[in-house]
T-cell receptor
């Protein structure tokens, strides 16, 4: 059974650009949640999707957005990138309501220069 | 203000030692989770607890709801246990994480 797949694994972007990250959950899982990890702030919750609907959202600016497709795959988008957006972005999938109890992907390392 | 506090921040142990990592939180929660993160970033969910105690191999997690406290124990520690251990809790619609405990087990 394949695990949670995040693409790309590494990404370098320039300030002001936008970026889209992808997360494919474990087959049969309907919930996907996203997290940002930085050295200064640690892990922070971004948002959670279940059956294509955003269920919960963390305290991030509107530049951070996401969506979930009918096959449960999820994307997150960050517009107008800032240097502080450099982080490891993790997604997790679970059968039901999302949360840290889920299975995590390896993450996407985003560097903004 | 940090809703989730972990201690210690760093821990070095000799192989075979019994290890305890603590997590305290400030408000009522629906569940508490222990995560393990190895160098390179991969995160593994170890336990989800809402009461009592859970055991998986050499790992034991306990939670005391009244005292708002949880502990993660590792028995007979091994160098492969070296990782960052993170406590995470759900308050309503929000998820909060501790800053993590960096564990190094020396052979």
């Amino acid at each position: 059974k394949a695990g949670v797949t995040q693409t790309p694994r590494y990404l370098i972007k320039t300030r002001g650009q936008q970026v889209t990250l992808s997360c494919s959950p474990i087959s049969g899982h309907r919930s996907v949640s996203w997290y940002q990890q930085t050295p200064g702030q640690g892990l922070q919750f971004l948002f959670e999707y279940f059956s294509e609907t955003q269920r919960n959202k963390g305290n991030f600016p509107g530049r951070f957005s996401g969506r979930q497709f009918s096959n449960s795959r999820s994307e997150m988008n960050v517009s107008t990138l800032e240097l502080g957006d450099s982080a490891l972005y993790l997604c997790a999938s679970s059968l039901g309501q999302g949360g840290p109890e889920a299975f995590f992907g390896q993450g996407t390392r985003l560097t903004v220069v | 203000k940090n809703e989730v506090e972990q201690s210690p921040q760093n821990l070095t142990a000799q192989e075979g030692e019994f290890i305890t990592i603590n997590c305290s939180y400030s408000v009522g929660i629906s569940a508490l989770h222990w995560l393990q993160q190895h160098p390179g970033g991969g995160i593994v969910s170890l336990f989800m607890l809402s009461s009592g105690k859970k055991k998986h191999g050499r790992l034991i997690a306990t939670i005391n709801i009244q005292e708002k406290h949880s502990s993660l124990h590792i028995t007979a520690s091994h160098p492969r246990d070296s990782a960052v251990y993170i406590c995470a809790v759900r308050f309503g619609n929000q998820f909060y994480f501790g800053t993590g405990t960096s564990l190094t087990v020396i052979p």
